[in-house]
């Protein structure tokens, strides 16, 4: 019988193949078609860890506040005050509590910046101030009035802006184009003005560009790391797309399934345990893999430079294999973060096989040796 179980073990349908097979498959006489890596403290250093995607690292935290420049077609408001006795601008400014004058004071109603770039201020005349700052603007308006008013001084504000403003698109409650103060507003002002996240913090995905440069963060990372909120400029473009992130598990687990994150980052360890961990019925403990298409960059570190999966681009296949026998790799379990779309894939033990066919002649021995039993209990009697 047990020859018998041995020869039709073969024979059984599979979840997928043996830790000998990954082994085996991974080169053939005419082709490499993936890179096995054990992983190792070595290992670690590269594809444990590695660089993540920042907006800070990829356009600044910006300045701590934002001098706009004017534009046409921005709204501005202009005051003016002078000291006394001048009377230019009209009456006498008398403070609280005080008889003698103060001074005197106007306020400009707002005006759009012409196509010319300028905006009209009584005794000053014509005043350009396109591509200038509020501050440059003020020093212009008080050096016009100079001789005209007593010790003038202005305020410019930019009430509206068309151009000073960024625009919010995506999977937010309402798109907008927001504009920008002088406060120096950063992407999550911008989100919260457009209304918020359509999609969970943990699906959602928020790209910056800016200036033709692209990057994108996952929105819980921005939350969790304060510098990632970065300042913006005129004319960024903010993009909020639901990217559910995943890793699919199969093979002898407790459960094979699409499994979402949940979280900003996870690693070996939190799958398996996420997936239910490993059967004790089923899985070898020595082939458990990690199927990723795996970043040049890092799987040059530890693939051989003559090797020909360097060639094949940007992403080389690559399957790390973890030897749970090992004390030390389980301890490294917990250092090694899982990337979406990961595949995590344990093998059937050798005798899983022999296991199942065993179990089937059992079910049908069972009734043969139960009937046989019953038949020599009658002839007995």
Same mark, same amino acid.
């Given at each position: ?25 991974? $080169? ?11 992983? &190792? ?16 690292? $990829? ?9 706009? #420049? ?15 006795? !001048? ?9 609280? &509590?005080?008889?003698?004058?103060? !001074? ?23 005043? $350009? ?13 008080? $050096? ?30 309402? !798109? ?30 928020? &790209? ?78 020595? &082939?458990?893999?990690?199927? #990723? ?27 790390? #294999? ?60």
């Amino acid at each position: 019988m047990l020859a018998i179980a041995v020869s039709v073990s073969g024979c059984l349908p599979r979840s997928g193949p043996t830790t000998g097979d990954v082994l085996n498959q991974r $080169k053939t006489s005419t082709n490499l078609n993936y890179a096995l890596v054990d992983i &190792g403290k070595d290992i670690l250093t590269y594809a444990g860890t590695r660089p993540r995607a920042s907006l800070a690292a $990829k356009f600044g935290a910006g300045p701590r506040s934002s001098d706009l #420049r004017i534009a046409v077609g921005d709204v501005v408001a202009v005051n003016i005050w002078e000291a006394p006795p !001048g009377s230019l601008f009209g009456g006498n400014i008398t403070m609280a &509590g005080f008889q003698q004058p103060t !001074g005197s004071s106007a306020t400009i109603p707002p005006q759009t910046v012409s196509g010319n770039g300028t905006i009209a201020v009584p005794y000053a005349g014509r005043i $350009k101030v396109i591509g200038n700052t509020p501050t440059q603007v003020e020093q212009q308006i008080t $050096k016009a009035l100079e001789g005209k008013a007593v010790q003038p001084q202005a305020l410019v504000t930019i009430q509206r802006s068309t151009a000073n403003a960024v625009t919010v698109t995506g999977e937010v409650a309402a !798109g907008a184009r927001v504009s920008l103060t002088g406060a120096g507003e950063r992407v999550l002002d911008a989100i919260a003005s457009a209304g918020g996240l359509r999609a969970t913090a943990s699906d959602s995905i928020v &790209g910056l560009t800016r200036n033709g440069v692209v990057a994108r963060v996952p929105f819980d990372v921005m939350l969790e790391n304060p510098e990632e909120n970065v300042r913006l400029r005129s004319g960024d473009l903010i993009t909020v797309v639901r990217e559910p992130r995943t890793f699919l598990v199969f093979g002898a687990t407790g459960r094979n399934a699409e499994v979402p994150f949940d979280a900003s980052r996870i690693t070996m360890a939190d799958a398996l345990a996420k997936s239910a961990g490993l059967n004790d019925q089923r899985a070898d403990a020595s &082939g458990v893999f990690v199927l #990723r298409y795996e970043l040049a960059s890092i799987a040059r570190h530890f693939i051989p430079a003559g090797s020909p999966l360097l060639s094949r681009g940007e992403y080389i296949p690559v399957v790390y #294999r973890f030897n749970m026998r090992d004390t030390n790799v389980m301890l490294s379990m917990q250092r090694f973060e899982i990337q979406p779309r990961d595949v995590i894939y344990v093998a059937n033990a050798a005798g899983a096989d022999l296991q199942k066919v065993m179990a089937i002649f059992q079910g049908v021995s069972s009734p043969a040796m139960s009937a046989t039993s019953l038949g020599l209990s009658a002839s007995r009697l």
